[in-house]
Antibody, heavy 118, light 107 residues
Framework: EDQLVESGGGWVQPGGSLRLSCAAS????????MNWVRRAPGKGLEWVGK????????KYADSVKGRFTISRENDKDSLFLQMKSLRDDDTGLYYC???????????WGQGTAVTVSS | DIQMTQSPSIVSASVGDRVSITCRAS??????LAWYQEKPGKAPKLLIH???NLEDGVPSRFSGSGSGTEFTLTINSLQPDDFATYHC?????????FGQGTKVEVK
């Protein structure tokens, strides 16, 4: 069974940094584009960014561009989100997702919570 | 970037009702649209891909239609398990965009 498990969330002060991880299992991780999606309290889902299977293409939402960096280690079936210069409005539940070309985001992790507050 | 506008934001309905949710794209996305169901405390679940294709295991009371810029998710004969929030998402461009979400609540 395809599974994604996020970790690394927590509380951080504005301006701080945090690194999220996502461990994949049950599928050939190196063959898939992966995304980060977040859900702020009381708001809808927001796409954060994506990375292609070989890391050759990485795209970000305008709201995080220049502050967040997505990377992956295919030999360790792992996805990462490095977050810097965090703001209050970065608070939320962060999901990693496996994306299939035709199906869209077909597998989601359970999410890891990030709280940015002074 | 492609913007997705979803409406209504809230639907009040009863078991057995037919519910329709609309999603509009700011430019043509062909059929590159997915619908997700989200319940409190759970990760979103993919229901429909390529605008009208049900994922395995999704009840046939769910259906999707549309292409280009206008799309609809329909739930026929709403069941108790269907009270949730529904999100559309485009995957036509290099970036991805979600609609604002529609909460289906008990009338």
């Amino acid at each position: 069974e395809d599974q994604l498990v996020e970790s690394g969330g927590g509380w951080v002060q504005p301006g701080g940094s945090l690194r999220l991880s996502c461990a994949a299992s049950g599928f050939t991780f190196s063959a898939y584009t992966m995304n980060w999606v977040r859900r702020a309290p009381g708001k809808g889902l927001e796409w954060v960014g994506k990375i292609s299977s070989s890391s050759s293409s990485i795209k970000y939402a305008d709201s995080v561009k220049g502050r967040f960096t997505i990377s992956r280690e295919n030999d360790k079936d792992s996805l990462f989100l490095q977050m810097k210069s965090l703001r209050d409005d970065d608070t939320g539940l962060y999901y990693c997702t496996k994306e299939d070309y035709y199906h869209g985001m077909e597998v989601w992790g359970q999410g890891t919570a990030v709280t940015v507050s002074s | 970037d492609i913007q997705m506008t979803q409406s209504p934001s809230i639907v009040s309905a009863s078991v057995g009702d037919r519910v329709s949710i609309t999603c509009r794209a700011s430019q043509s996305i062909s059929s590159w649209l997915a619908w997700y169901q989200e319940k409190p405390g759970k990760a979103p679940k993919l229901l429909i891909h390529k605008a009208s294709n049900l994922e395995d295991g999704v009840p046939s009371r769910f259906s999707g239609s549309g292409s280009g810029t206008e799309f609809t998710l329909t739930i026929n004969s709403l069941q108790p398990d269907d009270f949730a929030t529904y999100h559309c998402q485009q995957y036509s461009s290099e970036t991805r965009t979600f609609g604002q979400g529609t909460k289906v609540e008990v009338k």
